[in-house]
């Protein structure tokens, strides 16, 4: 007799491998890494902002899966509309007719786009960027893409010939025919445009490495100029997008920009079903798709699957319903400002910048000699230790989950569930104020955790 699969049996019986598998089978380095960053935690469950562990700890989490759970976990309208849908035993992805759920999901989002017109749905904010890409190309006929330097837009061909980072594209050449420009730097953009090749320009309005936001008029002038050589201009909204920066895309936050084509998905998610959405222009679409001998042009298996439509439409309708964007505004100014005012407080802080709850804290070099040298230390060994020696604290001290905003960078980037609340500002302010005051009391645990740090970057050259 065949044994009935039973998952909560399964996880019984070997959720406590979860790290030999996962160093066994997957990438082996994630839990080395893990494990020598103290972050190897078992999380029982999870529910809003916040974790649990078997013995009942909880753990804020300001993370948010990389932006994903903008409505934090398991938010209880998007888990009934997923029931719903799979309660509804819908004929999905027959290929050969038209569901309802995707057209309703278009028409909703695209409320909030009154300048765009159709949409394309995919799986991941990767598949966002490659659509846009190939759009771009295809309805212009010019084969190159502009992107700016430091950018993130995903790690698959397409998007990593328009990754800023060195790191993520090295020993994967050769890549497509795509050219760096600096963000906010309108005669580098000129210059290229005079070229005559330059499909469009691809830019993150707030760039997740560094959290470094386009200046003020940038993205207005970057339009004006595309259009006068006939090329498009790509939002980057992945993450963005979807009420983190405080209005429900961050392009919006500069009057009179208006993209022809815009990268969405993590947050539509609801954090259960992979989705990622390009919005468009009629045109382009329809140049895309010029015949019925290309209707499937450009497509993806699935692509509009119920599910995925389900929670969209879900995480849409929590965030009109409970006013998300709005919140991630308020909140998100009352977290900035209680950082920014503690700048004059710690030598080691720099900066604090970001709008709403994405929120970029950097560091720098301080004055007196003492922490100087050590700060130097640090250097030396690799940049970015010293970022990651207030996020292991801020988790094995105070139980909250942050992360360094890419590699080599003394920046903590937050970008938390869009649903925290004033007393987790509180409990995010006073753990910080706790850690920095630690590193600047020049002893403690946090310099003893940076001899492990310098050992494993000498270690990994």
């Excluded at 903008?70 to 719903?84: I, N, Q, S, T």
């Excluded at 950082?339 to 970001?354: F, N, P, S």
């Amino acid at each position: 007799m065949t044994k009935e699969f039973d998952l909560g049996a399964l996880l019984a019986e070997r959720g406590a491998e979860r790290y030999e598998l996962h160093g066994k089978y997957l990438n082996h380095q994630l839990p080395r890494m893990l494990h020598t960053i103290g972050f190897d935690k078992v999380y029982e469950r999870a529910e809003g902002a916040h974790f649990w562990d078997a013995d009942g700890n909880d753990y804020l989490d300001m993370l948010a899966g990389f932006g994903v759970m903008g409505l934090g976990r398991h938010h209880p309208v998007v888990r009934k509309a997923l029931h719903d849908v799979l309660d509804a035993s819908l004929a999905d992805l027959t290929r050969f007719d038209c569901q309802p759920l995707p057209g309703l999901l278009a028409e909703k989002l695209l409320t909030y786009s009154p300048h765009l017109d159709r949409v394309f749905f995919g799986n991941s904010g990767t598949e966002a960027v490659e659509t846009a890409l190939k759009f771009a190309r295809y309805a212009t006929g010019k084969p190159r893409i502009l992107y700016c330097d430091h950018a993130f837009h995903g790690l698959t061909t397409g998007s990593l010939s328009v990754n800023g980072e060195d790191g993520f594209r090295d020993g994967f050449a050769p890549l497509l025919p795509d050219t760096a420009v600096p963000l906010g730097d309108l005669d580098a953009l000129a210059r290229e445009l005079k070229k005559g090749d330059v499909a469009a320009l691809i830019v993150e309005p707030i760039q997740g490495k560094g959290v470094h936001e386009a200046p003020p008029g940038y993205l207005r002038a970057a339009q004006e100029l595309l259009r006068k050589h006939k090329a498009l201009l790509i939002a980057d909204e992945v993450q963005t997008g979807l009420g983190r920066t405080g209005d429900f895309y961050a392009h919006q936050h500069e009057e009179g920009v208006e993209p022809d084509l815009v990268c969405v998905a993590k947050a539509l998610s609801g954090g259960y079903v992979p989705v990622g959405a390009t919005l468009g222009k009629d045109w382009i679409f329809k140049k895309v798709y010029s015949s019925m001998d290309r209707v499937l042009v450009h497509s993806a298996s699935f692509g509009s699957n119920a599910q995925a439509m389900a929670a969209g439409l879900a995480v849409l309708s929590v965030m009109e319903n409970e006013q998300v964007v709005a919140h991630a505004r308020v909140t998100g100014e009352q977290l900035k400002s209680r950082l920014t005012a503690l700048i004059d407080k710690y030598e080691l802080l720099a900066d604090v910048r970001g709008r709403g709850l994405m929120i970029g804290i950097e560091f720098g070099r301080p004055k007196s000699l003492k922490l100087r040298s050590r700060w130097t230390m640090l250097q030396a060994a690799r940049k970015g230790l010293f970022a990651q020696m207030v996020v292991v604290p801020l988790l094995q001290r105070h139980r909250i989950l942050t992360q360094v905003s890419g590699d080599h960078l003394e920046v903590i980037k937050l970008i938390p569930p869009l649903i925290i609340g004033e007393q987790d500002v509180d409990r995010f302010v006073d753990a910080f104020t706790a850690v920095m005051d630690d590193a600047h009391s020049g002893g403690g645990l946090m310099w003893d955790f940076s001899k492990t740090l310098v050992k494993q970057a000498v270690a990994n050259r």
